[in-house]
């Protein structure tokens, strides 16, 4: 079908910001499925929207641990045959796997796949902007990366922003 010609896949791949991947970590390996942002050095800035799992032996069965940031908090759910059988959150994922109990020659950041050279660099790719910078460039990017494809072509965007901005400094984008 010509996937393995570099034009068709280049224009197959043109606009996704993000594919899953997966990497070993020792006998670990890790899926990243999701991707997010944050300004918490705790979390190697990784954020909402980030997921990661991998399948390791919880209370002597094979599990699927999955792995995310949600609400300003590291969260691992622990599934055996299709059931969530555990779930533990805390303030960061050194805290969390600490809590699990297992795998503690890792460091939680590790587990969540965090510390990835291809992973924190995407990581650091995703635009992101505050309201101050709504008038400048960096918004156009953070427009087109979460934005453009969720919004009416009829909608002038930049001005409904600004307006925005007037009465709250704070936009959730899920």
Known sequence: MGFDQHIISDQ??????????????????LL???IGKSNNPEWNYGGKG?????????QNSRALFVQEFKNKKAIVRV???TQEVAMFKNTSPNTVWQQIGIL???????????????M??????????????????IFEKVFQYHLKRRLSPNINW??????WNKQNHIIELH
């Not at 899953?20 to 006998?27: A, G, I």
């Not at 980030?50 to 919880?58: P, Q, R, T, V």
């Not at 503690?104 to 291809?118: A, C, M, P, R, V």
């Open 12 to 29: 197959l791949l043109f606009d996704i910001t993000f594919r899953p991947f997966s990497f070993k970590l020792d006998k670990l390996n």
């Open 32 to 34: 990243i499925f999701g």
């Open 50 to 58: 980030y997921k990661s799992s991998f399948i390791w032996n919880y």
């Open 79 to 81: 599934y055996q045959a």
């Open 104 to 118: 503690s020659q890792y460091t939680g950041l590790e587990l969540f796949g965090l510390t990835n050279k291809i």
């Open 120 to 137: 924190y660099e995407a990581i650091k790719e995703i635009p992101s902007c505050t309201s101050l910078d709504w008038n400048n460039e």
């Open 158 to 163: 930049r001005k409904f922003f600004i307006s």
